[in-house]
C-alpha cells in the first residue's frame, strides 16, 4: 500500500528514504545523511550530503573528487554546466567542484515526491560526473 499523507521532514525520514533505494547511508556528527555516488564509467565520485535544518529545508551538497583541473577550468566547467542544465548547481570553492540543490518543506512532503527529489538529485550527479568526463552529454 502506497503512503498518501504528508509527512513533516525529518532527518530520519531522508535517511529512511535514501536507504530504500539501497544506498549505503553513512551519517556525520551532525546527524547528515552521507552517500558515495561513483560511477564505474569514470574516475570521479561525489560525496553527497542530505541536510534539513531547523526551518526545513533539505539540502543537498556534494563535493566532487578524484578530478584533476586547474580552479579556472573547474569554473569554466561550472559555468558551463550551470548554463545547460537546471540543477544541480555547479560552483567552485577553494578550487573543487561542489554541487548543491536546497528545497524549503516546511509544510511537510508527501513520501513519493520525497523519493522523486531525491532521485532526481542523485541521477543529476550521476550525469555531472558523466558528462564532467564527457561519457555524458
Known sequence: MTETQI???T???VRETLKSFGLKVLTDPDGD???ILGDERVQAHALMVFAVDRGKVLSYMGQVGNVFLDEN????KANQWNDEHRWPRAFVRKGKLHLDYHWDLEQ???PELLRDLLLSVI???GQFLL???RRWD
Open 7 to 9: 509527512r513533516p521532514l
Open 11 to 13: 532527518q530520519e525520514y
Open 33 to 35: 545523511s552521507l552517500v
Open 73 to 76: 577550468t573547474a569554473l569554466l
Open 108 to 110: 511537510g512532503i508527501h
Open 123 to 125: 541521477m543529476g550527479t
Open 131 to 133: 558528462w564532467l568526463e
